[in-house]
């Protein structure tokens, strides 16, 4: 779906193009592809390497026009992956300026919202690029408080009982913010890039410049201490289900002991030698009491050792 918007002391939705408009293209359709690729003329490179997931940030330009790709956060409808990143590109030249995912994402029609509320103004087309940098930011940052709920969750759950279940969902959640991790390095490093570029140097405003640069660390910060968080709890969880394990099986290898007891009892008198109680009427009473006695005294000593 393509959806037109005018910058007038905020963005302001329109029913078709204008000059200095932007267009926001969310999962284009066929009809969608045909006017960005023929009336608006981007590079069809382009439009393919934002249909790539995969697609890390960058900068690249071609016949002026220019594409920035970002990686932008949403909750996804995997059950087994919960939220995850896909590439935002911005293609602009002259008075064109389009964003395309193939995603579904709160984050653009947040920005449009946050835009008329605050009335704030588009300069120019780095401008708004540096805006929707520093709101993919924030939205990371969201979307972490949500995770770091996720985790106290599980960590509640676990500490009633170690289930399988409890330890998948920590993993689920390791792989989050392993793709946090990397997307936010990705957009660091195109942030940097776009700062160091010097014919563009004037168009950017320095207090804007530094709340990305504030808002990606702390993304990027929040992201590694969530992370070494969960991997020093998987860990100790870990050791506590081999501690577990290790508890089990000491207590089965004390009772396999103690039921050898009789069981070598029973051979030594059911040998066909001579036992001076063969004759006894109470040679079975005997045999069954002297097993219980040692059964008995290994219990004792197992649990004394703290065996058992």
């Given amino acids: 779906m393509i959806t037109f918007y005018k910058n007038e002391n905020g963005l302001r939705q329109t029913e078709k193009k204008e000059n200095n408009s932007w267009i926001n ?3 284009p359709t066929k009809e969608d592809k045909k006017f960005l690729l023929n009336e608006l003329q981007i590079p069809e490179a ?5 249909e790539d997931i995969d697609e890390r940030p960058r900068i ?25 990143t896909a590439p935002l590109g911005l293609i602009f030249k ?9 995603h579904q994402t709160d984050i653009l029609s947040d920005f449009v919202v946050y ?5 704030i103004s588009i300069e120019n087309h780095f401008d708004l690029v540096l805006k929707l940098l520093l709101s993919s930011s924030v939205w990371f940052l969201k979307y972490l408080k949500q995770i770091n709920q996720r985790i106290k969750l599980a960590e509640d759950n676990l500490e ?3 289930k399988n279940e409890e330890l998948q969902a920590l993993l689920q959640i390791e792989k989050c913010l ?4 990397t997307s936010i390095k990705g957009n660091d490093i195109l942030f940097r890039r776009l700062k160091n570029l010097k014919e563009h140097r004037d168009n950017f405003n320095e207090d804007l410049l530094e709340d990305v640069e504030i808002e990606l660390r702390q993304a990027e910060e929040t992201t590694n201490i969530y992370s070494n968080i969960l991997t020093g709890m998987m860990d100790a969880y870990a ?32 040998m066909n030698v001579p036992n001076n109680l063969e004759e006894n009427h109470y040679g079975f009473i005997i045999v069954i009491l002297i097993s219980l006695v040692i059964s008995v005294f290994g219990v004792f000593l197992f649990k004394k050792k703290n065996l058992f």
Avoid at 46 to 50: M, P, R, T
Avoid at 115 to 119: A, I, Q, V
Avoid at 178 to 181: G, R, T
């Fill in 239 to 270: 050791s506590v289900i081999s501690n577990n394990l290790n508890v089990i099986m000491k207590r089965l290898t004390s009772i396999s002991i103690i039921l050898m007891i009789p069981t070598l009892v029973a051979s030594l008198y059911g």
């Fill in 115 to 119: 835009s008329k509320r605050k009335k």
């Fill in 60 to 84: 690249e330009i071609e016949d002026g026009w220019y594409l920035i790709i970002l990686r932008i956060p949403f909750k996804s409808d995997d059950a087994k992956l919960p939220f995850n």
């Fill in 94 to 102: 002259d008075d064109v300026f389009v964003s395309l995912t193939f």
């Fill in 25 to 27: 293209a969310v999962c």
């Fill in 160 to 162: 009633k009982s170690i």
């Fill in 178 to 181: 392993v793709f946090f991790v």
């Fill in 46 to 50: 382009f439009y393919s390497d934002i």
